[in-house]
Structures are given as structure tokens and as C-alpha cells.
């Protein structure tokens, strides 16, 4: 079997249990399974000319490879373009969009310095998958170093309709880099739909039977591969004499009251101020839910050096002061809303013990908390997930309540649906989506992309002049 190289913009810490973010567990559960290499940014930076060579280190199996990033790196290539321009706009956030010139440039600089520390590292017969919006022309910077690897992408966010797209800098650039890949892949149908609309119109694009699709002059086998979590996994570690021990103490703190739980990262895709103030709606219209409910927030702090996040951090502590302020007692505290990061098994305890589970992004490539939430669940009682439709998710968890983002008046009346469910519903609805996210977790979703990558035709058919083709149709502009 062939080494596995995973590149993505940061390489977690494989030592610290108190993770967030959904690509460092599905990645470290893929590589774990498989062992290889892991590349990426360690999270640091350090002044510009400075010399640092890439460290290496060996955890369970793994062989992580990181780098620093210059201050100027981390605030063009990763605050300016990654987060600043590529992730509001891929959520159909145009109006946060930071279009700021000098950042693409700094975007361009970071993948091919990525690129030349790469290089060394890579065996002829590896085969490399490239994740996410940070390092979308990362392949086409390796193919220019005469790399002739099968590569695989992966985006984990969504990819947004031509019509949002077009407005990016140098947006069919960025598209046409895709093209030095073997294999992009997608989370939905909806992603993929919009990626072929895209290259239709702005590449003259057609895709085969068998997902091959020809655009500028080059091509790419596309394809979607829902990501899923390791449920039994997570479900182990919400059942453990440890998690059993956990919940008696929380129940005593916080029982006979029903629990509303949402964990995201403070992210404004999440959709947490429409979520809030969902809740006070819930205890505006439905009065008999003072006192018998809690709604528990939790928002790990993220990406806190752009603005955006500040804004909506604001937004957020205003909001849960106004809902305290206006329903809380002194006997009862109707939302605890908590900016930190809390441990991975505290949340499987938190998860299992809440009689909803409230996940409401304005859009999401996926949303692996809808699947936590899940996996924790007691079958024999289980809680209800309230979903919203703009996540992945909802594309196969059909079971759950689906619910608008956007409409606060919807998601009232969909919690008070869930907090009144009858026991027979609720197992019928659990019973299936547990079933669902068994047979598509993480395991699935990294031998599907693998399986695809490792048989695409693509790269059986790359010859000379394929590979000179597509380094040409993805230099760089600006020769960075
Ligand atoms: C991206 C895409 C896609 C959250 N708070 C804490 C914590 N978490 C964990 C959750 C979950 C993960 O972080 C979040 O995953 P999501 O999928 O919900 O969202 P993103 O971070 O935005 O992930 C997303 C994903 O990539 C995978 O492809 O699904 O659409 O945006 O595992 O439990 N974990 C801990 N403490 C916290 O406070 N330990």
C-alpha cells in the first residue's frame, strides 16, 4: 500500500486531547488507520527572513512535518485571503468578504513556499491528499516541481454557486488550479453541482459518465464524499464508566431540567445569533419552558485576529446578557453560554445527556456536531437533533427535525416540537440516523476518497505532455 501524505493548513497537535475542528479529527482518524505523513503550518510565526527548517516528529505512528509562518505569511495567506476573502465567500458570504489587494499575493507566496518544503519529503510511489481552501493551488505547485504523484483535494467547506464566485479576485485562476489534481472532492451533490456550473460556464466544461470533467483546456476526476466521525468511537467514549460517572454529577447540577445543546467554534456561519435568539422565542411563546428548560452554548474560541469574529463575539454576549436579563431567575439560569474550549469527552457527556441537540449553521460543508450528537445518544431515550437544512448534514440525516436558519419563528416551534416529542418518535427517528452515520463515518469517507484517488484514470492516462498542459494552464500569474 502506498504511503499516505496528508498536507492541510495546520497539523494538530496529535498529543492534545482538547481539540477543535473538524479536519484535525477526521485527518488524524485517517492517517492513524493507514499511517504516513502529515504537513502543515505548527501554528507559529516568526519574523520575516527568518530560517527555521521544518520540524519533524513521530506520534502513534504518524510522521508530522510543520513549519512557521512569517508574521506577513500569517496575515496575507492566512487572516487576509484564506479567512478574510476564501471562507466568507465558499459560505455565500459576500458582504464579509475583506477584498483587500496584496492578500492573494501572500496566498500564492504561502503554497509555493509550501511546496518547496514539501518536495524533499515525497517518495515516487506516495500518494498525497490536499485539504481545503487554504491550499487550493498547492497540487499545481507541486506538478511545477515536477511532482507526478497521484494527488488528491478535498474541500471540507462549501463550494459556492458561479454567481458568488465570479466576484472573487482571479476566481477562474483559482478554479483552474483544481485541475493539476487527480481527484477533487466535495462534501454534497450541492458543492458538485455548483463546481460543474462553474467550469461550464467560465471553463467550457463537461463532465463524462464516470466523472471525468474537461475544462481549460485540462482534467480532473470530481466526485462527493460526505465526511463522516468515527461513531463508535464517540459513542464509547459517551458510554465509559468515566462519561457514566460525569453524567451523575451533571445531572445533579442541572436535571429535572431538559437540556438544549449546541457546540460549534464561534464562527459566524454557524448561525448562533438567529440560534439565541430562536431560544427566547421558545420561552416567549411557550411560557410552560421557563424553568424546565436550560439552553447550553457552547462557542470555542476561533480565528479571533479577524474582524469579523470579534463582531459576532459582541453580538453574542450582548444576546445572552439580553435573554438572561429578560427570562433568568434566581433560581434558574435559561442559557449558559460558554466562549472556551471544552474537552472532547466532556461534550460526548453533554451531548448525551441533552434532550436536543440545536445545530443551526447558515451553511456548512457538512457539520460533524450533528453527528456527534448522534452517536452519544441513549437509544433507549434517545434526544432529538434539530437540524438546519444549509448544512451537508441534512443532506442524508433525513430523520432529524429540519429547521430554516434563517427563520426564528420555525426554529421556536421546531424546539418546542422536539422537547414534547413522544418516546416512540424518538427512537424511530434515532434508531435511523444512528444507522446512517455508522455506515458513512470517517472510516468510509477517507477509503472512498482513497479507493477514487488510487483508481482514478486521470493520473494512469498523465502523460508528458498532460503534465506540461496542466502546469501551463495553472502557472501563476504574477510569477510569485
Ligand atoms: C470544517 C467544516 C466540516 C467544537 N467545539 C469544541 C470542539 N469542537 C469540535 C466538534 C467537532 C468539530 O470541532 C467541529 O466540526 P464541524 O464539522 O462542526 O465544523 P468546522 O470546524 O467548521 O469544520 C465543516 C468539517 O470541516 C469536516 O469536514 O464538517 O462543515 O466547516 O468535532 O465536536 N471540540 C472540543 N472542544 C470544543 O470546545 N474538544
Not at 143 to 164: A, S, Y
Not at 174 to 187: H, I, P
Not at 441 to 447: G, N, P, R, T, Y
Request: with cysteine; proline share 6%.
Amino acid at each position: 500500500m502506498s504511503r499516505l501524505v496528508v498536507v492541510s493548513n495546520r497539523v494538530a497537535d496529535l498529543t492534545d486531547p482538547v481539540q477543535s475542528g473538524g479536519l484535525a479529527v477526521a485527518v488524524k482518524e485517517a492517517l492513524e488507520a493507514r499511517g504516513g505523513l502529515w504537513f502543515g503550518w505548527d501554528g507559529n510565526t516568526v519574523p520575516a527572513g527568518t530560517r527555521i527548517p521544518p520540524k519533524i516528529t513521530k506520534v502513534s505512528g504518524i510522521t508530522t512535518v510543520t513549519l512557521p509562518l512569517t508574521q506577513r505569511d500569517y496575515r496575507e495567506y492566512y487572516l487576509g485571503f484564506s479567512n478574510g476573502v476564501l471562507w466568507p465567500m465558499l459560505h455565500y458570504r459576500l458582504d464579509l468578504v475583506n477584498f483587500k489587494s496584496g492578500y492573494l499575493k501572500g496566498y500564492k507566496r504561502v503554497n509555493s513556499k509550501f511546496a518547496d518544503a514539501l518536495s524533499p519529503f515525497l517518495k515516487p510511489d506516495d500518494i498525497i491528499w490536499v485539504h481545503d481552501f487554504h491550499l487550493l493551488p498547492l497540487g499545481a505547485e507541486l506538478r511545477k516541481r515536477g511532482c507526478r504523484q497521484r494527488i488528491g483535494f478535498f474541500l471540507h467547506i462549501p463550494f459556492c454557486p458561479p454567481e458568488i464566485l465570479a466576484a472573487a479576485p482571479e476566481n477562474e485562476w483559482l478554479v483552474r488550479t483544481l485541475f493539476a489534481y487527480d481527484l477533487v472532492g466535495f462534501q454534497t451533490r450541492t458543492d458538485l453541482d455548483n463546481f460543474r456550473r462553474y467550469v461550464e460556464v467560465h471553463g467550457g466544461g463537461s463532465t463524462d459518465s464516470i466523472g471525468v470533467t474537461s475544462a481549460f483546456g485540462a482534467k480532473t476526476a470530481i466526485g462527493c464524499f460526505p465526511i463522516g466521525i468515527d461513531t463508535d468511537a464517540f459513542r464509547a467514549m459517551a458510554t465509559s464508566p468515566e462519561a457514566k460517572a460525569r453524567i451523575r454529577d451533571l445531572r445533579k447540577r442541572i436535571l429535572p431540567r431538559q437540556l438544549i445543546i449546541g457546540v460549534d467554534r464561534l464562527d459566524y456561519s454557524k448561525g448562533l445569533p438567529d440560534r439565541l435568539r430562536a431560544y427566547a422565542r421558545l420561552l416567549e411563546i411557550y411560557p410552560e419552558n421557563r424553568k424546565a428548560v436550560t439552553f447550553m452554548q457552547i462557542a470555542a474560541p476561533t480565528r479571533e485576529d479577524v474582524e469579523a469574529y470579534g463582531d459576532i463575539r459582541e453580538e453574542l454576549e450582548q444576546l445572552s446578557g439580553a435573554i438572561n436579563g429578560r427570562f433568568g431567575d434566581f433560581d434558574w439560569t435559561p442559557l449558559r453560554y460558554i466562549h472556551r474550549h471544552i474537552p472532547r469527552k466532556t461534550l460526548a457527556v453533554l451531548f448525551r445527556e441533552s434532550q436536543v441537540g440545536f445545530v443551526s449553521p447558515l451553511r456548512d460543508g457538512m457539520n460533524l456536531v450533528a453527528k456527534e450528537y448522534v452517536a452519544a445518544q441513549d437509544g433507549r431515550n434517545p434526544g432529538v437533533l434539530v437540524l438546519s437544512k444549509f448544512a451537508g448534514a441534512a443532506e442524508t440525516l433525513k430523520e432529524a427535525l429540519i429547521v430554516n436558519p434563517y427563520d426564528v419563528d420555525e426554529m421556536a416551534e421546531c424546539l418546542q416540537k422536539a422537547l414534547g416529542m413522544p418516546l416512540e418518535e424518538r427512537k424511530r427517528r434515532q434508531k435511523a440516523l444512528l444507522a446512517t452515520i455508522r455506515k458513512h463515518d470517517v472510516h468510509e469517507w477517507q477509503e472512498n476518497f482513497l479507493n477514487a484517488l488510487t483508481n482514478t484514470p486521470i493520473a494512469t492516462d498523465r502523460d508528458d505532455s498532460d503534465a506540461v498542459r496542466a502546469r501551463d494552464a495553472t502557472l501563476l500569474p504574477h510569477g510569485v
